[in-house]
């Protein structure tokens, strides 16, 4: 009987050992945590489209100034080309008048040799 006592009594112990072991369950994030970090994501979301926003109106800002600046082009274009036909004018208009006067002082040079040749045969 020492022997069925003895092996009883570690039975016992056994199945009270194994019952008195407990496991440990990861504790669940408390709420505050899951809240803030939804609370953060919204906020980062958030964040995202405006940034989306300010990217976008600055690439119509950006086309804007490209436009402007093909107008300034063309216009400052439009008054060289003016500048220049003007200046062209005014050079023709010299041209003619040296010409005129290059005619004139031909002439004048031309009869004055003639007087001079012909106080010469007269002579």
Do not use: F, Y
């Not at 050992?17 to 669940?28: D, F, H, L, T, W």
């Not at 006067?101 to 010469?120: F, G, H, N, P, Y």
């Amino acid at each position: 009987m020492n022997t069925r006592s003895l092996a009883l009594a570690a039975l016992i112990a056994l199945s009270l050992a194994a019952c008195s072991k407990k496991e440990e369950v990861p504790a669940p994030a408390p709420a505050p945590v899951v809240d803030a970090a939804k609370e953060a994501a919204a906020k980062a979301e958030e964040a995202a489209k405006q940034a989306a926003e300010s990217a976008k109106d600055a690439a119509g800002a950006v086309k804007e100034a490209g436009k402007e600046a093909v107008d300034a082009t063309k216009e400052a274009g439009k008054e060289a080309v003016d500048a220049t036909k003007d200046a062209a004018k005014d050079a023709v208009a010299a041209a003619k008048e040296a010409g005129k006067e290059a005619v004139s002082a031909t002439a004048d040079a031309t009869k004055e040799a003639a007087d001079k040749a012909k106080a010469a045969v007269g002579k």
